[in-house]
């Protein structure tokens, strides 16, 4: 069984190439599967497929199999994660520091990837949880082919959409999504990216591959099927209707951005109003804190910022929800 884990701090389109993954035949998602007993079985939020996950006939199926009617009490297990699959256990993770509820939390996850394989038939898995201490911990499975993407995007454009409010439909009552201040985000991005890039040179190696949202959205089908190629996949059942246009089917995923609800007809497109609505002093700042990084990733110190007078313009083209996030 061959897993592909999707790592980096969010807001880098990462849920909406899952979404795009899970629809070639090969492949199935779980979404963010590392928030399965919080946000699904205990708080009873919604998959992919609108309906609650605990409701959902799919993730019924898969936990039947994975536990042969014996799950694990969802509460326990989120307790677990929250002590030792921190972020800042990642390095622990990796060099195999599992004690006994990590490691009974590891072999949980594992039974959970092969149970997908067996009910959805799929060569490939793909867990877009983004979390490094995820993909420390899948690298540690038995049974299993992992294989690691690093996802980035300009830090800039990171910290605006974090700033930015944004509806988070998978509660029963209306919410919002987190929001996160620019220093914040940009922290973050910079901590995450260095941890998975450690944990693709020490636990993933010759099985791990960055890509960069701006590449991903210049060519969607390309990159796509570069994917498929990196994990050893066939590429049949596209769901790409054009080079950059993809008819996508009801998913059952397991958290994400609210895009996972999206179906049908969708067109890609770069998110690139950050550009000129972002405040100066944020982009500034941004700059400041990811300096180390923005080389390493090709990214200007001085990025592109369209003249005022077209500022204007752009600024009404702004959407709420990222075009390809
Ligand atoms: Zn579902």
Redesign the pocket.
């Given at each position: 069984m061959k897993v592909l884990y999707i790592a980096g701090w969010g807001r880098s389109g990462t849920t909406i190439l899952d979404n795009i993954l899970g629809g070639y035949d090969a492949v199935a998602t779980a979404g963010e599967l590392y928030y399965l007993w919080r946000r699904g079985l205990v708080q009873r939020r919604r998959?992919?497929?609108g309906?609650p996950?605990v409701d959902?006939a799919?993730?019924g199926g898969v936990l039947a199999v994975a536990y042969r009617g014996k799950p694990p009490a969802a509460r326990q297990t989120a307790a677990v994660q929250r002590q030792s699959i921190r972020v800042r256990d990642t390095r622990r993770l990796s060099r195999g520091g599992f004690d006994a509820a990590a490691a009974r939390y590891r072999d949980e996850v594992a039974r959970l990837y092969a149970a997908l394989g067996t009910v959805t038939g799929a060569e490939l898995i793909v867990d877009s949880s983004k979390t490094p201490s995820g993909a420390a911990v899948l690298a540690r499975c038995h049974n299993v082919e992992p294989y690691l993407l690093h996802m980035v995007r300009d830090p800039r454009a990171v910290a605006h959409s974090w700033t930015r409010a944004t509806a988070q439909p998978d509660r029963r009552v209306p919410a919002q999504m987190r929001r996160h201040t620019t220093a914040a985000s940009t922290a973050t991005w910079v901590a995450w990216n260095v941890l998975v890039e450690d944990l693709a040179r020490d636990s993933y190696s010759g099985r791990a591959s960055r890509l960069r949202y701006e590449d991903f959205v210049a060519n969607p089908r390309g990159t796509v099927e570069g994917l498929l190629g990196f994990a050893g996949v066939p590429a049949t059942g596209s769901p790409f209707t054009g080079e950059r246009t993809v008819e996508l089917a009801t998913n059952?995923t397991v958290s994400g951005n609210p895009g996972r609800f999206r179906t049908g007809a969708i067109e890609l497109r770069p998110d690139d109003g950050w550009r000129s609505a972002q405040p100066r002093r944020r982009r500034l700042v941004s700059t400041a804190l990811a300096l180390p990084l923005l080389h390493r990733y090709g990214y200007p110190v001085q990025p592109r910022v369209p003249r005022p007078a077209r500022a204007a313009g752009r600024r009404m083209a702004v959407t709420d929800v990222p075009a390809a996030t």
């Open positions: 998959c992919g497929c309906k996950l959902c799919f993730w059952h």
